[in-house]
DNA sequence: GATCTATTCGGACCCTAGTCCGCTATCAGC
DNA sequence: GCTGATAGCGGACTAGGGTCCGAATAGATC
């Protein structure tokens, strides 16, 4: 498993003037990959930063330098998968993409975040668990709700389409979504079609 | 400022078969307004649980034992208003209450929830924020959960109730509110419009 | 290759939530 | 009142996240 440079989600943004020391990289690779590895092995809730730091053979000091936090690692690990998300709704193909009516559009980006919540929930819910409200404030909420916010400013002309997007987003978060897989027991297709009746009822 | 016995949140729980000994309730008390007194004089995240047993007089172990963790002191503090909301959504006076349209109530709820965490909403997230998906599996929740999806059985006789019961109370988290308040900047009444708003458009 | 500076390293340290268990106070029954 | 079982008390202790700063290193410049 390689890992590159950047812990940012949000797309180009611009890189830093000058690339990081070879050291640096070397550690920082070192850290992700023992990090992936004991969150597989053991999950995500037990697995300290003493130990990814000894696993890592690096010092805790390094770890968090690089990071920030517990949570900043946390995301990282998450954040390939989500620039091919970002990727996916923002330039790919139909229907996530442009090119299918809006509507289609929004169905099919509830389903792909529930699709990757089934995945890597867990890891999800822990990276979303920080000082409150902090994942509102992060660049992959931004990202997802200036998305969502404008496709509903095309379906819905008329209405407060932050507040909608909001409200949306508001079902697709990690800690309800598990919630309701595992402490309801509701199947993945029922939140699916859930999803959808709430645009069908919105749209209509 | 006066607090009884209970922590518990859901109506008519039973009480315990033996009563709370004295020196527990004197400490209970003790505890709680301690904690009131500097939650409002310094702001809830700037109170440390030693800090509570301390002005309270009694030692840490006691304070834990009574409240479980410092999310379930929280919940204690936050608990007389909520029992005071929970009353009048189930037995008040309409809208909020038995006798108004179905739709009125479940506008009148929206808004009575956003007033409250407007006037405790910090306390609130705070409050909320433990292990994740904890409040989700929290009496409060379960409350709001079970009484919004009733009204929406009623509004929407073919829909899947409980799904949206859930989607609707996303809008109404603490995390969400504030972060629309303050950080958005949104107005109380746009938020209250949005709520009804989106009533409106499920039930048309 | 020597030198110099900015960056990085790493582990000792701090803070706070939460646990544990021997000691103490309460109160029901006599 | 006395007494014994029971519930409650409290502070020393643990664990884990996060900080700090002197030491070490990369890599640009000469």
Redesign the pocket.
């Known amino acids: 498993m390689g890992f590159t440079q950047h812990g940012l989600a949000l797309l180009p943004l611009l890189e830093p003037a ?1 690339p ?5 990289a ?3 690779n070192a850290i992700m990959c023992a990090a992936a590895r004991l969150v597989a092995e053991r999950g995500v809730d037990c ?4 130990e990814v ?1 000894g696993a890592a ?6 770890l ?3 990071f ?4 900043g690692l946390l995301r990282a690990l998450l954040d390939e998968r989500e620039k091919d998300f970002q990727e996916e709704f923002i330039r790919g193909e139909p229907p996530l993409g442009p090119g299918a009516p809006v509507c289609e559009r929004l169905i099919a980006f509830g389903e792909r975040a529930l699709d990757e919540i089934e995945l890597q929930g867990d890891l999800m819910v822990e990276a979303e668990a ?1 000082a409150p409200g902090e994942r509102l404030l992060h660049n992959v909420y931004g990202a997802h709700r200036a998305h969502v916010a404008a496709l509903v400013r095309e379906l819905l002309p008329g209405a407060d389409s932050d507040y909608i997007a909001d409200a949306l987003l508001g079902t697709l978060a990690a800690e309800v979504v598990i919630y309701q897989r595992r402490a309801l027991g509701m199947p993945l297709q029922r939140l699916k079609d859930g999803w959808r009746a709430l645009l069908d009822g919105l749209s209509r």
């Open positions: 000058r990081e020391r070879a050291d640096a070397r550690n920082r697995v300290t930063m003493d730091a053979g690096v010092g805790k000091g390094t968090f330098r690089r920030g936090d517990r949570i920080g």
